[in-house]
């Protein structure tokens, strides 16, 4: 499997974007394009070719799963790995994020110094 390097983060918190930004960044080294909405993903996403997508499930206009689908109708992002971050983790709303073709979800708030270890683990995982 090839190494994880780039994501997508898609956010409408510009607080949280940052904070991620930073982890993801100098943390984990990652390349990461920030969008603060779904229709700014959608956009976004082709031309920046992301090995993940890291994308917020409620947002205004279009919510992460809503999102999820408009990425989907882009050839080259139809099998990209997304995780969804969401303060609504009960056992049946993960359930359904994951049916909606998610490969995990994380919790949020996060932790900045532990999520790039998050998502890499995710990544070699799947």
Do not use: Y
């Not at 959608?42 to 920046?48: E, H, N, P, S, T």
């Not at 090995?51 to 799963?65: A, F, K, N, R, T």
């Not at 050839?75 to 993960?94: D, G, H, N, W, Y």
């Not at 359930?95 to 532990?114: E, H, N, R, S």
Request: glycine share 6%; with cysteine.
């Amino acid at each position: 499997m090839p190494a994880l390097k780039r994501i997508l983060m898609v956010d409408d918190d510009a607080d949280i974007r940052t904070i991620a930004h930073l982890s993801l960044t100098a943390v984990g080294g990652f390349t990461v394009e920030l969008c603060g909405s779904g229709p700014e993903a959608i956009q976004k996403a082709g031309a920046f070719a992301p090995d993940l997508i890291l994308l917020d499930v409620m947002m205004p206009v279009m919510d992460g799963p809503t999102t999820l689908n408009g990425l989907r109708q882009i050839p080259s992002l139809a099998q990209t790995p997304v995780v969804f971050m969401t303060a609504k983790v009960q056992p049946q709303e993960i359930a359904q994020l994951v049916a909606c073709g998610a490969m995990d979800v994380l919790a949020k708030p996060f932790d900045p110094m532990t999520l790039p270890d998050a998502l890499q683990r995710i990544w070699m995982a799947h």
